[in-house]
T-cell receptor, first 117, second 113 residues
């Protein structure tokens, strides 16, 4: 069965510094997708970054990058130059399955990030 | 750009009542997902539809049903509501040719009194 583990319930980071949020996953599928979402206090879920299981390069989207280590089944999110607006809950997520068709995406328990001024 | 539209934003119901939540996916998206997020919890997958057919099913109670219509909008019907159904209900959509990353609506906050 697929599973996502985020072991950091809360993290603090100083403004303008970088922070790494950890995520490990468990799956028996060879083809899967890994995602990170941000949920601010307003409640919306915002897509941040995606890594496919066959992607050899680590994904990068602006200040967000992934440290994808397939053998260790981990996909840590790195946020560079933290901003006060980065304070939010961050969810790691995984989709199993190949091809088209609405395969479910499951979420980890989340990490709440606090950015200090 | 158009986003996923959910209605209503807030809903208050009594125990044993019914509720219908609506979701309008992003145009051209062919897949819709429903998630339930309790306070302080991660989103729990309920059900998904691809091209108007049920695709995958998660921890959706038998009291709940959902469908996707010909215009791709989806409705989640909830009957015999219980206090424990109080949660934020998200709809998300995706395009099957786009890595299936989910785009979420703003959610419907359901409160059962």
């Amino acid at each position: 069965a697929q599973k996502i583990t985020q072991t950091q319930p809360g993290m603090f980071v100083q403004e303008k510094e970088a922070v790494t949020l950890d995520c490990t996953y468990d799956t028996s599928d060879q083809s899967y997708g890994l995602f990170w979402y941000k949920q601010p206090s307003s409640g919306e879920m915002i897509f941040l970054i995606y890594q496919g299981s066959y992607d050899e390069q680590n994904a990068t989207e602006g200040r967000y990058s992934l440290n994808f280590q397939k053998a260790r089944k981990s996909t840590n999110l790195v946020i560079s130059a933290s901003q006060l607006g980065d304070s939010a809950m961050y969810f790691c997520a995984m989709r199993e399955g190949q091809g088209t068709g609405g395969f479910k995406t499951i979420f980890g328990a989340g990490t709440r990030l606090f950015v200090k001024a | 750009a158009a986003g996923v539209i959910q209605s209503p934003r807030h809903l208050i119901k009594e125990k044993r009542e019914t509720a219908t939540l609506k979701c309008y996916p992003i145009p051209r998206h062919d897949t819709v997902y429903w998630y339930q997020q309790g306070p302080g919890q991660d989103p729990q997958f309920l059900i998904s539809f691809y091209e108007k057919m049920q695709s995958d099913k998660g921890s959706i109670p038998d009291r709940f049903s959902a469908q996707q219509f010909s215009d791709y909008h989806s409705e989640l019907n909830m009957s015999s509501l219980e206090l424990g159904d109080s949660a934020l209900y998200f709809c998300a959509s995706s395009f099957s040719g786009g890595g299936e990353k989910l785009f979420f609506g703003s959610g419907t906050q359901l409160s059962v009194l």
